[in-house]
Structures are given as C-alpha cells and as structure tokens.
C-alpha cells in the first residue's frame, strides 16, 4: 500500500511499502498519477457502462479501450471508475480480451483536509513503523 498527499499546488509526498518517502513537485512524477489526472481517460470517449463504490465513494463505471495501451502496453480493454463528485479516476484496469493484467485503485480517499506543511520539506527515509 503506498501513502499519498496533494497539496493544492499538485506537489506530491509518496510514502511507499518499503519505508521511502518521495517527494514530487508534479503530480505527473508521482507513480500512481493516472488516478488523479483522468485526461488520459477522457481523452478516450469512455462509455458508461454502469456504477460501482470504490473507496467509499459512488463512481461511474466507463469503459475506454482505446486508452488501455496507456495504462498498460498491450492491453486492449480498459475499464474505469470515475467519481461521480470529483472526477478522479477512483479505479483503473487494464484487460486483455477477458483476462485482467492489472488493477490500480484506490482503497481510501479523503479530500479538502488540511495538510502539514512540514509534508513537503524533502525527501526523507521515515522512522520504521512499529
């Protein structure tokens, strides 16, 4: 599971299974920001094709075949769910014919709270968490 925090400015803070903590100053750096730049997506002409909840939060389930070679080379079928408030893909998979090669998605999401600013002041290797 990796951490992440945006801060109004699209600056990113990753903190990864492995104990590292990465500082972005572009969302597009981080490694999971297909899920927060949904232009890829859009850019695809999804179809809706139905709704589903993920992370808690009510999202459109859209099917987009011609972006699935972006989210991964080969695949021919991409499915995503995208939050029905925001707009942010909450959900991203990568199909080929009827097997799923991949799955990127959100397990927990909360927006508009405040952020330390202490956050942002360079990459760190935290403390090991207990």
């Known amino acids: 599971m990796t951490l992440l925090w ?18 972005r100053n572009e969302l597009e750096e981080a490694g999971n920001w297909p899920l927060f730049d949904p232009s890829w997506l859009f850019s695809a002409n999804p179809v809706p094709i139905g709704e589903r909840e993920v ?27 995208v939050d029905r408030e925001r707009g942010l893909i909450l959900s991203a998979e990568a199909w080929l014919d009827d097997e799923l090669l991949m799955v ?5 999401i909360a927006f508009d709270e405040p952020l330390d600013p202490r956050l942002f002041e360079g990459e760190k290797r935290p403390e090991p968490r207990l």
């Open 6 to 23: 945006i801060d109004a400015t699209g600056r990113a803070r990753e903190e990864l299974d492995s104990g590292w903590v990465l500082q």
């Open 55 to 81: 992370a808690g939060r009510a999202g459109i389930v859209v099917r987009a075949d011609e972006a699935a070679g972006f989210l991964l080379p080969n695949s021919n079928r991409c499915v995503a769910v």
């Open 104 to 108: 990127e998605e959100l397990v927990e």
